[in-house]
């Protein structure tokens, strides 16, 4: 069968059609403006219960002037990859100052967060190595475990004696690579991160996590990674632009100069926020210390971000969406 005359006899598309004629379709709405924890639609203004924007820090003025300024120097693009052309002293100067907050020996910017995860898994895992995977971990992270060259087991979601049975699975020698969410995006979980390092250390195994949705919320604002990931993926969902770290491929386009000066403001305005502009990197705050705390086996889901609203399986997410919007 033809691949686009299969596309458009796919049952998935007869239903999104027949949304869409129905004004009940629950995906790309056009959203005519939002700032923070509200939207308008269609001239209604409604509550962002979905946005990555955490701390609101988009709007702020400092931010939005940064990239501006970024705009006016610049312009909308670096017009070629960092590896040729396109690396701007902005990019090193903002990967200089992740590095330093996070209390990591270097930091490397990625245009999103997708590609951050493509990057890493694939540049780390070969032919003969192994990828561990939580179960519940993010697509992007799904994706690059298929792109690698390496084999993938899986295991149930935080259950660490699945995870014990997948590392004693492995081929001796092969080289392993734990991957899991820091805090999960749907459940807003967040993975028993000792426990972890406890296994990859006994089994010869490296750690990376993705922070995403811990980053500039949890452990004054350092991601629930700080004191046991071997490698880290951050900065995207708090601060609410595209900006990832840590890895990628050399070849894709540089981030934009706008995003990166937005980035470092972002990260001024966050650290002047909490009083912590010039502070050592390793400083200690309140909320480290009750991070600690909870992350030894203590309960620390309300802590999380992320909020899971369970109601069933199936299309009862879609048709919940859509009565709620209807109802404003």
């Known amino acids: 069968m033809d691949l686009f005359e299969k596309c458009a006899r796919d049952t998935m598309s007869a239903e999104a059609r027949a949304a869409a004629a129905a004004d009940a379709y629950p995906y790309f709405l056009a959203l005519e403006d939002h700032d923070g924890p509200y939207a308008t639609y269609r001239g209604r203004r409604l509550i962002m219960c979905g946005s990555n924007n955490y701390l609101g820090l988009t709007a702020d003025p400092r931010v939005r002037a940064a990239a501006r300024a970024a705009l006016d120097r610049y312009g909308p693009a670096c017009t070629g990859s960092r590896f040729l052309n396109g690396n701007l002293a902005l990019h090193n100067h903002l990967e200089r100052e992740l590095a330093a907050f996070f209390g990591k020996p270097a930091a ?31 697509a992007s992270i799904v994706d690059a475990c298929r792109l690698s060259f390496g084999a993938t087991r899986r295991f149930a979601h935080n259950d660490m004696d699945d995870l014990e049975q997948q590392l004693r699975a492995c081929a001796p020698g092969a080289g392993k690579l734990v991957v899991v969410d820091g805090v999960f995006s749907m459940e807003g979980t967040i993975a028993p991160l000792p426990a972890i390092v406890a296994l990859c250390e006994r089994y010869g195994a490296r750690l990376l996590v ?28 708090s601060q609410g632009l595209p900006a990832r770290y840590v890895s990628g491929y050399f070849h894709d386009p540089a981030l934009p100069p706008d995003t990166v000066l937005a980035s470092h403001a972002w990260a001024e305005v966050f650290l002047e926020s909490r009083g912590w502009l010039g502070l050592d990197p390793t400083h200690d705050s309140a909320t480290d210390e009750h991070y600690v705390r909870v992350a030894i086996g203590r309960d620390y889901a309300d802590a999380a971000p992320v909020r899971g609203i369970y109601q069933g399986g199936g299309k009862d997410g879609e048709v919940l969406k859509v009565r709620v919007l209807m109802r404003g």
């Open 210 to 237: 993705d922070d995403a949705h811990g980053c500039g919320v949890l452990a004054g604002g350092r991601g629930v990674c700080q004191d046991f990931a071997h490698l880290l993926i951050a900065l995207c969902r």
């Open 108 to 138: 490397l910017v990625f245009p999103t967060g997708y590609q951050t995860n493509l990057g890493a898994i694939s540049a780390l895992v070969g032919r003969a190595d192994v990828v561990i995977s939580d179960k519940q971990n993010h």
